[in-house]
């Protein structure tokens, strides 16, 4: 692994290992020389690790490397990206991407969509800007990239574009699909998706961009928001406030979690790797495992905080709308043919998490 100390702002040493870890892979930065790369979404949980990493990349491969963040809230940027904000390769541009881009944008080389709200305490109550963010948003940043004649485009998507399975028994690829309602409103968000993933093929066959997607499926770590709503996100907040974990459901779901470190190399791999008009799951099937064997899990990593796991069944809020998914489990065999496999196992990913907050 590289040491990143003489480049690194980061103050976390869980993240700044995180990065070194990412840093230390083997591709091909050189396609990112003397480039511009936009991230949307920079003050969410998933764009703000590309940013952080890519920043690092750029200094330790000498690439020369710039860095465009976009986000609504310069509150959510100065939370995630405070240390980061003086770093002469980084600019910040406030914007909501579902509203066209200002005619003065910068240009860039890479853009990477990933302005999304994906907890679902969200669809309940902001059902349209969870759409807009999805749908207009990428048609608008499609146009962007082919008036800069950007070299890549890549979509953040998800597992939910599955819907529910047809065969819970078994891994999902990328041309298997399930059922999705569209009259349901929790659909605002795989729908959006669905139809985004569609605009990047279209764009690519009508325009000759080179756009790919990636499903992340379930991934955590440092930098998570702890009132996220998911309920993983909730167990580390619990654990971290060293109070019991209350199940509100009988915890026989099962989901697959990847930490954030492998899902970021992940994301970069078909960044620079992934075929055109082609998707890619992003997952860690092998770190597959219930609800409620999570919350065992998670509580007893660390036993001198004292945290229990009790089960209190309620019926679901008028906001957060509980997935109808039993399993939904990915083969990742698309994303290993490009040379990506993650490496954190559920303990170690998660005792990095909740020790980052520590």
């Known amino acids: 692994m590289v040491k990143i100390e003489k480049y690194s702002m980061e103050p976390n040493h869980i993240i700044r290992g995180d990065i070194a870890c990412i840093a230390s892979t083997n591709l091909p930065w050189e396609m990112l020389r003397n480039k511009t ?58 914007h909501d991407i579902s509203k066209p881009l200002p005619d003065n944008f910068p240009r860039a080389d890479f853009i990477i969509h990933a302005a999304s709200q994906a907890s679902p305490k969200y669809y309940g109550v902001d059902p349209v800007g969870t759409l807009l963010a999805n749908s207009s948003g990428t048609a608008f940043l ?25 065969n819970t028994n078994q891994l999902i690829s990328e041309q298997d699909y399930g059922y999705l309602d569209p009259m349901d409103v929790r659909s605002c968000y795989a729908e959006s998706k669905r139809v985004a993933e569609t605009m990047c093929v279209a764009w690519g066959q009508q325009h000759g961009l080179h ?51 492998d899902a970021t190399i992940g994301f970069l791999t078909v960044l620079l790797k992934g075929g055109k008009a082609e998707a890619y799951n992003v997952a860690n099937p092998e770190a597959e495992i219930s609800i409620g064997d999570l919350a065992v899990l998670v509580a007893n990593l660390f036993p001198e905080r004292g945290v ?36 954190v196992s559920l303990k170690d990913g998660f005792r990095r998490t909740i020790e980052s907050y520590l």
């Not at 290993?336 to 490496?343: E, I, Q, S």
């Open 211 to 261: 756009a790919s997607v990636v499903r992340p499926f379930h991934t955590y770590g440092p930098g998570i928001a702890l009132d996220d709503g998911r309920v993983f996100a909730d167990f580390v907040a619990d654990v971290v406030a060293k109070r019991d974990i209350v199940l509100k459901s009988d915890g026989i779901a099962l989901r697959p979690f990847c930490y954030i470190a």
């Open 142 to 166: 499609l146009e962007y990239a082919v008036r800069s004649k950007a070299e890549r485009f890549l979509f953040f998507s998800s597992g939910e574009v599955y819907g529910v399975p047809l």
């Open 37 to 94: 790369i936009l991230i949307t979404g920079g003050g969410g949980f998933l764009a703000a690790y590309l940013v952080k990493s890519l920043l690092i990349i750029g200094k330790l491969h000498q690439l020369n490397l710039k860095v465009i963040c976009l986000a609504r809230s310069l509150l959510s940027v100065e939370h995630r990206l405070s240390s980061y904000l003086e770093d002469p390769d980084l600019s910040v541009v406030l």
């Open 308 to 343: 229990g796991v009790r089960i209190e069944m309620s019926k679901s809020s008028n906001s957060y709308l509980k997935s109808p998914i039993s399993r939904s489990c990915p083969s990742i065999e698309k994303v290993k043919n490009l040379g990506w496999m993650p490496t």
